[in-house]
Nanobody, 123 residues
Framework: VQLQACGGGLVQSGGSVRLSCVAS??????????MGWFRQAPGKEREFVAA????????YYSDSVKGRYTISRDNARNTVWLQMNSLRPEDTAVYYC???????????????WGQGTLVTVSS
């Protein structure tokens, strides 16, 4: 199973970025998995950002991004997105997508992880 995240880069404070994560694998059924985004800032532990259930019917956010970030998915395209608006310098981190069978991942105990994509927010 591969989770390929992309879309990171350098953005100014107040700007927006959209991350994508495409899942692939011969026996991987994307619609069986809750998907999530986590981030790890320099010198800090990896933390939960957002998650979405397998159907897309429920979403979850950390308090620090609620109202600014939106997670969505398209099961036909094996893709999950993270729309990040009103970015702040403290949002600078490597962002990872993750998959968890059956439930939306909100802890670090996930079945699969992507390689991460760096988002840098300049002040």
């Amino acid at each position: 199973v591969q989770l390929q995240a992309c879309g990171g880069g350098l953005v100014q404070s107040g700007g927006s970025v959209r991350l994508s994560c495409v899942a692939s694998g011969r026996t991987f059924d994307f619609s069986d998995y809750g998907m999530g985004w986590f981030r790890q800032a320099p010198g800090k532990e990896r933390e939960f950002v957002a998650a979405i259930t397998w159907s897309g019917g429920s979403t979850y956010y950390s308090d620090s991004v609620k109202g600014r970030y939106t997670i969505s998915r398209d099961n036909a395209r094996n893709t999950v997105w993270l729309q990040m608006n009103s970015l702040r310098p403290e949002d600078t981190a490597v962002y990872y997508c993750a998959a968890n069978k059956g439930i939306a991942p909100r802890t670090l105990d996930c079945d699969y992880w992507g390689q991460g994509t760096l988002v840098t927010v300049s002040s």
